[in-house]
């Protein structure tokens, strides 16, 4: 029988140890000890990595709990993954209309918080390409260097899925030479979703008729 200080309610009227609601405790505390400290590695690694906002730097942290898959990990056998990331950027809720112009200078975007908002405020798919095709190589870097966040790359193929046509082959291949180029992109290769990794084939298929085999393979090598 239990004598001591009562302090986490975890013995009963009977003087009992409720021993679950103990593991449930202590389970809880080493919980928030690992994100503490998983937390302050992100804090550590962003700082030394010089990022250009606090923006970045939040996103780091919010992000530092995602871990990679294993070497042996393969996406084919895992089933869980048949969702997509943001149901709402699903083509299927979208009306497609004539790519308008952009008016938005991309020479303003220098982190990936002023990328969302813009990429949010584009209401159909044509919006939302416009943006990707006023931004260079060099655009693309500047605003992911530090991560393309998880579901945001899934939503880029979608896009380019819809609205590619062969005029625009040249700038849509540049695009995707770039972002494998960018801050834990493998990670969000590997968390697409079905959907998603059956548009990028779509996406790889249609830009490969109008290139070149080296090329093919290049940009097969880097979304393998």
Same mark, same amino acid.
């Given at each position: 029988m239990?004598?001591?200080?009562?302090?986490?309610?975890?013995?009963?009227k009977d003087g009992e140890v409720n021993f679950s609601k103990l593991e449930r405790q202590i389970d809880t505390a080493v919980a928030a000890d690992e994100r503490y400290w998983t937390q302050n590695q992100a804090k550590i690694r962003a700082v030394?990595?010089?990022?250009?906002?606090?923006?970045?730097?939040e996103e780091i942290?919010?992000?530092?709990?995602l871990k990679p898959l294993e070497k042996g990990d393969r996406i084919s056998d895992m089933d869980v993954f048949t969702q997509p990331w943001n149901v709402a950027s699903s083509k299927d809720n979208y009306s497609f209309t004539e790519p308008a112009q952009s008016d938005l200078?991309?020479?303003s975007l220098k982190t990936l918080t002023q990328f969302n908002r813009e990429w949010r405020k584009g209401k159909q798919p044509s919006d939302r390409f416009q943006l990707l095709l006023s931004m260079a190589e060099v655009d693309v870097l500047r605003v992911f260097?530090? $991560?393309?966040?998880?579901? %945001?790359?899934?939503?880029?193929?979608?896009?380019?899925?819809?609205?590619?046509?062969?005029?625009?082959?040249?700038?849509?291949? $540049?695009?995707?030479?770039? %972002?494998p180029k960018c801050g834990r992109f493998d990670l969000s290769l590997n968390f697409l979703s079905q959907?998603?990794?059956l548009a990028l084939k779509s996406v790889l298929d249609s830009v490969s008729s109008y290139l070149g085999p080296e090329k093919v393979a290049e940009l097969s090598t880097l979304y393998q």
């Open positions: 239990w004598k001591g200080k009562n302090s986490f309610g975890i013995v009963g030394t990595n010089k990022v250009a906002s606090y923006e970045e730097f942290v919010k992000a530092s709990h200078s991309t020479s260097h530090a $991560e393309i966040g998880l579901g %945001l790359l899934g939503e880029i193929i979608e896009v380019i899925q819809i609205c590619f046509s062969e005029d625009q082959t040249e700038k849509v291949c $540049e695009l995707l030479t770039a %972002l959907k998603e990794k």
